[in-house]
């Protein structure tokens, strides 16, 4: 008997509501929010455990790396280079902007290699893809929440004062985490196909870290100088990193900073940032949706 | 309505086609794609399942049994969800479950605990009912004292343990399974055993991938065969079992016999030249050919496969170059295991054939009542002159595989009756 009469001899016909549910491959999110949710947790959730509770200096440690970039950027920067002393605060604004870079770090690099490290989970569990670069920026978001408490502290001890703009910077910081969460979903896609995205990312973060107002303050292209390079600064500004650290230097630390809208020049220039912002989630999240049924076969 | 769902079949599998790509060169960083923009990578397509069609009843344990590279596991795959399909649709009739890998996402450096809980999540249960199940996993593990012990710490044995519970605890109506069997010591697999016994009594439907054909007579209720991803057999297990048997041993028993003789080989054993699939040595001085031979079966047809408890034959055909006085005809049959079972020759029964001609041509035949046991056989043929002259020897000329219906594991079967008398319990007789 040939495999052709062997499948014509197996070949019955239904109807529609005779079968049940059609299987209809892997996505990025399944059909289940709930299960969804759950997973992304769950994975989150033991990533964290592990790199914290693993042993009792798990919290220690992830703390001592931004306070060591802090205290080499600030010995570097504000003592012998005197860069930053006529802004109010400089210190706490650059404990800040090093806490939240470090977050966006995080996030973007373990998203990026996300894919490729549950590699066993891919390939033979199906459940929805989508978890698994959403708890890896879920679990970086964790550590920026822990890591924002000496922010904050080291913020009232310098003699910040609380004002109401404090409960517009969450906002912010959702701002930040999106956009770092669409980063990761690009990336995660594109380190599938291409390996050598990881080091380029890499050098894009270095730039990032350079291009961004976080051990200089803004100011320093804007007026002082006398201005001289106010285009370089509206460009800085063209990053969404640089606009919502910026911003919540203006927020949460002292309203002597400029706000984003001041440093670009114009409010309405805040619109690049914005659709930056935005087409990275959007095309982040529509790119992954598209690419999640074949993961599997192309890892 | 009712009626209705009690007809649906727990799985529906509608002429399904995948194919893979494979890149001839793999592409895998972008510095390559800016340097070569204009180097088409041609790829290569494997099809992997070509029009696949069945259903599964509910309550039915369904054997799906290939080689490797037969799709078998893309199968598995497309039905979990894992894989799209290409063409054709798949429909589940309730819950269904995967488990193509025992212990998947089991993080070495996390305890049990946090490791039942990682691998519900994974195959779909939620806290909640991940916290009621613990205790029954854990129970069925045997792991009470070793819950907070990082799995790092664990013994393979105990890791195989934990995974199964995790997986027999998820009550799916449908069950996916990929060869766990094949891990474990023997006391942990007859558990497995027992749970398969039990998942089939409590009227769950299991679809089960393996290469153990034992394992597929003693479970399944229909069983599939699938090679080059085509759908070569489905039915009673029994005859899917020997279809893939003889499949087996026609292509696969030459790369096993090797694997097998360099095994032996560093082990430094019985320094045995393993038989192959190709012809051995050939010997003789040419005046007599061996042209062709070949193996009959039942009904006097030319086979490769024969089935035990039949008559079968064996037949060559010789041709003469030179005139050649009282020659004598042999054949031999060796198993896999370079046991002689069977040896026949004319020196018995026609020791003085007489004078043969340049020219002629003989038919030797030896009919036998087949009890070989089922195994592949390798036929060496000869023509000689007695006293060790030989005219024409072809060693391991071809071979023939025999199927049985029962597997004994004895070198042959010896036709027998077997039957149970049951003697009163009080007063013993004597039957005769």
Redesign the interface.
């Known amino acids: 008997?040939s495999?052709a009469d062997?499948?014509a001899?197996?070949?019955?016909t239904?109807s529609e509501?005779?079968?049940?549910?059609?299987?209809?491959?892997?996505s990025a999110l399944g059909n289940?929010s709930?299960?969804f949710w759950?997973?992304t947790w769950?994975?989150a959730k033991?990533d964290f455990?592990?790199r914290f509770f693993?042993n009792a200096l798990g919290y220690f440690w992830s703390l001592m790396r931004p306070l060591m970039l802090f205290g080499v950027l600030y010995l570097v920067f504000s003592v012998a280079l005197d860069v930053g002393n006529d802004v109010e605060y400089f210190p706490v604004a650059l404990l800040m902007g090093i806490v939240l870079y470090s977050f966006f770090n995080e996030a973007t690099s373990q998203g990026l290699r996300s894919l490729l490290m549950?590699e066993?989970?891919v390939?033979?569990?199906?459940?929805p893809r989508l978890a698994v670069p959403t708890a890896s920026v879920l679990s970086a978001t964790f550590s920026l929440g822990l890591n924002l408490i000496p922010v904050v502290v080291f913020a009232l001890v310098a003699g910040v004062t609380p004002r109401w703009t404090w409960l517009l910077c969450p906002f912010l910081l959702v701002g930040l985490v999106l956009f770092a969460w669409g980063l990761a979903l690009l990336l995660s896609c594109l380190f599938v196909?291409?390996?050598?995205?990881e080091p380029?990312w890499d050098v894009v973060l270095q730039i990032m870290l350079y291009a961004t107002p976080i051990f200089y303050p803004i100011e320093l292209f804007v007026y002082i100088n006398g201005g001289e390079h106010p285009e370089l600064g509206r460009l800085i500004m063209c990053s969404p990193l640089a606009v919502v650290i910026q911003q919540l230097r203006d927020w949460f630390i002292d309203p002597g900073y400029l706000s984003a809208a001041e440093a670009i020049g114009l409010a309405w220039r805040l619109v690049i940032p914005g659709a930056i912002w935005a087409g990275v989630i959007v095309g982040g999240f529509f790119f992954f949706k598209r690419v999640a049924?074949?993961i599997?076969?192309d890892l | 309505m009712s009626a209705d769902v009690q007809q649906r079949p727990a799985v529906y599998v509608d002429g399904v086609h995948k194919t893979f790509r494979l890149p001839k060169e793999q592409v895998h960083t972008l510095k390559e794609r800016v340097l070569h923009p204009f180097r088409r990578s041609g790829f290569e397509e494997l099809r992997a399942l070509r029009d696949v069609q069945f259903d599964v009843g509910k309550g039915e344990f369904f054997g799906i049994v290939g080689r490797n590279g037969s799709g078998k596991s893309t199968l598995l795959k497309c039905m979990a969800g894992i894989y799209g399909t290409d063409e054709g649709r798949i429909y589940v009739d309730g819950r269904l479950s995967t488990f193509i890998e025992l212990g998947v996402g089991f993080n070495p450096d996390l305890p049990a605990r946090d490791n039942v809980e990682l691998n519900a999540a994974m195959l779909g249960l939620n806290t909640r009912e991940a916290r009621e199940r613990f205790d029954a996993i854990i129970d069925f593990a045997e792991l009470h004292d070793f819950i907070d012990l990082k799995l790092k710490n664990y013994s393979s044995g105990m890791l195989v343990r934990l995974a199964f519970s995790v997986m027999i605890q998820v009550d799916a109506d449908i069950l996916l399974i990929d060869e766990v069997l094949a891990v474990g010591d023997a006391a942990f697999q007859q558990k497995c055993y027992d749970e398969f016994e039990r998942i089939r009594r409590s009227g769950k439907t299991v679809l089960l991938v393996t290469h153990d054909m034992n394992a597929v007579r003693r479970f399944c209720d229909r069983a599939m065969l699938l090679e080059h991803g085509r759908m070569l057999a489905i039915g009673d297990p029994e005859t899917v079992g020997n279809r893939y048997l003889q499949l087996n041993f026609s292509e696969e028993a030459r790369a096993i016999a090797q694997e097998e003789a360099r095994a032996l080989g560093e082990r430094g054993a019985a320094p045995v030249e393993y038989m192959s699939e190709r012809e051995g040595e050939r010997f003789g001085d040419g005046r007599a050919e061996i042209v062709e031979a070949w193996c009959e079966d039942a009904e006097g047809r030319a086979a490769t496969q024969l089935e035990n408890g039949t008559r079968a034959a064996y037949v060559a055909r010789v041709k003469f170059h030179d005139d050649v006085e009282d020659p004598l005809f042999t054949v031999s049959m060796t198993n896999t295991q370079r046991q002689q079972v069977l040896s026949a020759s004319t020196v018995w029964t026609v020791p003085r054939p007489g004078l043969f001609r340049k020219g002629d041509v003989v038919e030797f035949r030896v009919d036998f009542d087949n009890i070989l046991a089922q195994d592949r056989y390798q036929v060496s043929a000869s023509v000689e002159l007695s006293g060790g002259h030989w005219l024409d020897f072809r060693e391991r000329m071809f071979s023939v595989v025999v199927t049985s219906k029962k597997v004994t594991g004895a070198l042959v079967d010896v036709p027998q009756e077997v039957s149970l008398n049951r003697l009163g319990a009080s007063a013993p007789e004597v039957v005769s």
């Open positions: 008997m495999a062997v499948t001899r197996a070949r019955r239904y509501e005779e079968l049940g549910t059609p299987i209809l491959g892997p289940d709930r299960r759950h997973l769950t994975l033991t455990k592990l693993d549950r066993p989970l390939r033979k569990v199906e459940f196909r291409a390996r050598d995205i380029i049924p074949r599997a076969e």
